[in-house]
């Protein structure tokens, strides 16, 4: 495995830098795709370590910050698009291309740029509006949680938080909200935790409604969903998709995807010929089991420590 450049200008390394980039194989001429560009770490180590051309694409307006340094002496190899990945074709095609002969790299969550930063309203350590819009509009995490039933309380925190308390923390909510409104992190934290015990990995209670409502309110499975099948319509035969993900339903639902892709029963070589009437496989799995950081990694970077890399490579299949 070739290790990845260090992130020197953005002076940020995401997460399972090196495997990611090993995976992507960067050569020099090819088109490469960060449908998640946060801080910008996987485009910055891809211009490095090939002379390349990487389209990055983030749905906060906050990233554009870090795209404006990137551009600084990468103009003619570097774009930057805010917007979806869920629709990185259209993108594509707005910029004249086609067919992405790199690869793709989807780094889902939340950046740690939007998660300590206390005005985005994503933590429940440190107290701040209660927002989580990665976008900047449409309602708000406040809205959701002071104007949705009991009912569609559970329904998100139970669904998206996989929390088994999701009853409890939603009565507790809705009878808090009757004395006041909740518009703060820190108050919906508070009211969490006195329902919720903390468990036994030390898990803070309120983690899984937070991240309940921060799935729901960004619909971030929803675009997960698009993000795949929309790659799989850019990506050229050869080409790879490697996703990183941070929780179980993430997780899951790439799993799914590349298991309706492959053909999970045979698994075919692509240099074995496919008999007539098969269905032909859109994808090659790369990686057997899914990639998890080393414990260096996770000694640095205690946030790494549920992160799972899946890889895949696409076929000629149409």
Known sequence: MTNAIPSR??????????????????????????????????????????????????????????????????????????????????????????????????????????????????????????????????????????????????QVIRGYGEERRALSVAKAIVAARSRHTISRTGDLATIVRRVVKKSADGLDPATRTFQALRVHINNELGELASGLAAAERVLAAGSRLVVVSFHSLEDRLVKSFFRDRIGRASNPSRHQPTQKG?????????????????????????????????????????
């Open 278 to 318: 098969e269905d032909v496989p859109s994808f090659r799995l790369l990686t057997a089991r899914p990639v998890r950081p080393k414990t260096s990694e996770i000694s640095a970077n205690v946030r790494s420590r549920s992160a799972r890399l899946r890889a895949v490579e696409r076929t000629s299949a149409v």
């Open 9 to 154: 200008r953005l002076g940020h390394v995401p997460v399972l830098l090196d495997e990611v980039i090993a995976l992507l194989e960067p050569r020099d001429g090819a088109f490469f795709v960060d449908g998640t560009f946060g801080c910008g770490g996987y485009s910055e180590a891809l211009l490095e370590s090939a002379a390349c051309h990487v389209v990055a694409i983030d749905r906060d307006p906050h990233a554009q910050d870090f795209a404006v340094k990137l551009k600084e002496g990468n103009e003619a190899r570097f774009d930057f698009i805010t917007g979806n990945f869920g629709a990185m074709d259209k993108h594509l095609k707005a910029l004249g291309i086609a067919t992405v002969d790199g690869g793709i790299v989807l780094d889902l969550g939340i950046s740690s740029a939007q998660l300590d930063d206390s005005l985005r309203g994503f933590s429940f350590q440190h107290d701040g509006p209660l927002d989580m819009r990665m976008e900047k509009a449409g309602p708000d995490a406040m809205s959701f949680v002071n104007q949705a039933s009991e009912t569609e309380l559970v």
